[in-house]
């Protein structure tokens, strides 16, 4: 919610509905983002795993499993590792996305934001084409 992330405390809006629906609508975003930083090492201390509806449609596991499909590399630290349709195969690609390299470190929100920001614009530019296809 802060600077790095969605600036809340820079907003110039001073109605109070449009600034309280972008608060909430920032919130639910991080609330997304925080779910993502957590599954990003697998299960859970109980052993669960987390399951991709958590924090994604089920109409979005396609094109995730698409871009992980681009974004694994050839060494074993660049291979999504994770079951398919968890939140931690999701959260892997979403780092991946943000410019994590599958080295140095674990991605943290600010990372994971980025992949986010450039997940939701994919599934745009998906459902662009195929609006674009039934034209």
Known sequence: MK???FDIEGLRIEDDGPRRNLV???LVAAVTVQQL???RDGADAQGRLRPILDAFEDEDA???EALCARLEGKTQ???NLHPKRSLAYASWVCARL???TGYY???GPVVMLEGWFEFQAAKRGVRAMR???DV
């Open 98 to 100: 943000g410019g994590w």
């Open 24 to 26: 909430m609508a920032a």
């Open 62 to 64: 396609p094109l995730i």
């Open 77 to 79: 630290r660049q291979k």
């Open 37 to 39: 930083v957590h599954a």
């Open 105 to 107: 470190g674990k991605p």
């Open 3 to 5: 600077t790095q992330g």
């Open 131 to 133: 609006a674009n296809d």
